[in-house]
């Protein structure tokens, strides 16, 4: 596989690399604001000119878009799942890590990601990639370690920066996160020496790929990054939650999306559109990592 830093920002025809600190990704520029996503495609956050090349791209993608019959987005034949990934949910619903944030995801079925609206406006290409790369097409149970994954303990790397004083912890994995605090007596290096010891915890935390039916419309609300990797693998018949709501703000939908109208329109951008060169073109971003430092400043304040 070879990668080509092209200097007008387009990507080539590879996928899931980094290359000079920077990775393929794709944008649905056929429904986002004219502006931003020429923006989108210059990797500029503020361009002092638009470009007529860039501008035609996103004219072409709203053209192909406003010429679509309308889609009637719903969910059909939502099977029940096998007994071995029931088994698999009952873990999840017992855990005492995952247990209260599953009971609020609906109902687990076996769903089709030809159907679901997209809403998130980018997808990471080779994060995609890696989330769906243990995939197996014909084992259900594979699939929700994917989709529904179970808790699992995983180290953390760190390293300590005496001169910030700090604790610093980067991962690829954008769920690391701080999870609670924590107080207790310490050992020091000679016995019967203890300190109280106050500090952070971290861990990486699960997601679970949920869909939110609003009026009818099934809108993927977490797990983007796996669908689209499901799809690439040629995946469409996955376990997610399924929940309904009464409107979009009752869905609680993350900040950043798509215009609500958009997605609950007559022509929203369905999960297979991420696949589309027209309408989700494909170019080279910065690289992003999770940094999490934690640190203690000593500082003399007035009594």
């Not at 207790?184 to 939110?212: C, K, N």
């Amino acid at each position: 596989m070879q990668s080509n830093d092209r200097s007008d920002n387009t990507a080539p025809g590879v996928r899931g690399i980094e290359h000079r600190g920077r990775v393929p990704a794709r944008a649905l520029v056929g429904w986002m604001d004219d502006y931003e996503a020429e923006q989108w495609l210059s990797g500029k956050a503020f361009a002092p000119t638009r470009d007529p090349v860039q501008r035609e791209i996103v004219r072409r993608a709203k053209a192909t878009v406003a010429a679509r019959a309308p889609v009637e987005a719903r969910l059909s034949g939502q099977a029940e799942l096998p007994p071995e990934v029931q088994r698999h949910l009952a873990l999840l619903r017992t855990h005492p890590e995952s247990a209260d944030k599953v009971a609020q995801m609906g109902e687990a079925r076996l769903v089709d990601l030809h159907e679901v609206i997209a809403a998130q406006k980018q997808i990471m290409v080779g994060e995609a990639e890696n989330r769906a790369a243990h995939a197996a097409p014909d084992n259900l149970l594979s699939l929700a370690g994917i989709t529904l994954p179970l808790q699992k303990r995983e180290p953390i790397a760190w390293n300590f920066d005496a001169a910030r004083n700090a604790f610093i912890l980067v991962s690829p994995d954008p769920n690391l996160a701080v999870v609670g605090h924590f107080n207790s007596t310490v050992s020091g290096e000679s016995p019967g020496v203890v300190f109280d010891g106050l500090g952070f915890a971290v861990a990486h935390q699960r997601s679970y790929m949920q869909i939110a039916v609003i009026d009818g419309k099934p809108i993927l609300r977490d797990g983007y990054h796996r669908a689209f990797g499901l799809l690439m693998a040629g995946i469409r018949r996955v376990p997610a939650f399924v929940q309904h709501y009464a409107n979009w703000e009752a869905a609680g939908m993350p900040m950043g999306l798509l215009a609500k109208s958009q997605c609950l329109g007559p022509q929203p951008p369905l999960l297979t559109d991420y696949l589309n060169d027209e309408l989700a073109p494909q170019r080279w971003v910065p690289a992003h990592r999770r940094m999490i430092m934690i640190q203690a400043v000593e500082v003399n304040v007035p009594a």
